[in-house]
């Protein structure tokens, strides 16, 4: 999502409030030079750490749970969730990327994460073990998906009675958004996830520097 620049300066922080010395998009009369750009990258790092960081704090996310990081990457939040789950819980951190599935198996063996297990999944296919997972993670993956329902048909199935679902993706409502193949429409993932028989708990926007991120909350019902 790096070096892309259609007004790349959003110093939104997690609270709302603009980032010191970050202006908004439409205050800037030109691109940035190669300084300001890996500035702003560096601040889009931070918040997106942060935002990480918080989202596997939240209270649903309890010690001893067994959760998924689904589309995992680098395993930025594998690593919080692992944390946040403690020794008595489980991570599956899942990718479809040999690369990504490399990259993970080296953090779980790095940072000594012994209650992570890396899942080499299918494009509709989490791979999850079954019942087993109470809340899973979906972030800036829903675009990617090939067939968006029948992944997320998928993955309930897979899913414990009640597990929760969040999906978190660049919302294609801002000025870059449009035309380009790294966003979604939140009102198209809601519908997505409906089809694929989940719940919506909730929808909420998530402004990161110039990003406009979506958190789309689901579950899956008891019966």
């Known amino acids: 999502m790096r070096g892309r620049w259609h007004g790349i300066a959003i ?3 997690l609270s709302g409030a603009l980032a010191p010395g970050l202006l908004p998009a439409q205050d800037h009369p030109h691109e940035p030079s190669k300084e300001e750009l890996a ?33 995992a990457g680098r395993g930025g ?5 692992a944390k946040a789950v403690g020794p008595e819980g489980h ?4 990718d479809i990327d040999p690369r990504a599935i490399d990259a993970l198996h080296r953090l779980s063996r790095e940072r000594g994460l012994e209650n992570v297990s890396v899942i080499q999944g ?16 979906l972030l800036k993956v829903y675009h990617q998906l090939e067939d968006a329902v029948a992944f997320l048909r998928t993955t309930r ?8 679902l969040w999906i978190v993706d660049v919302d294609v409502n801002q000025d870059w958004g449009r035309g380009t193949g790294s ?9 997505d996830t409906i089809a694929a028989g989940f719940e919506i708990v909730r929808l909420r926007r998530i402004p990161i520097v110039d ?13």
């Open 11 to 13: 110093a939104v922080c």
């Open 39 to 71: 500035r702003l990258n560096a601040e889009w790092d931070r918040q997106y750490a942060a935002y990480q960081e918080a989202l596997a704090g939240s209270p649903e996310v309890r010690p001893g749970m067994v959760v998924a990081d689904l589309g």
């Open 77 to 81: 939040l594998t690593r919080e969730l």
């Open 91 to 94: 991570v599956y951190a899942n």
């Open 122 to 137: 299918q494009q509709n296919d989490p791979m999850l073990p079954a019942g087993r997972v109470e809340a899973a993670f």
């Open 157 to 164: 199935e897979q899913l414990a009675p009640g597990a929760l």
């Open 183 to 191: 966003v979604s429409d939140p009102e198209q993932c809601r519908a």
């Open 211 to 223: 990003w406009k991120l979506y958190e789309l909350v689901a579950r899956k019902p008891t019966s």
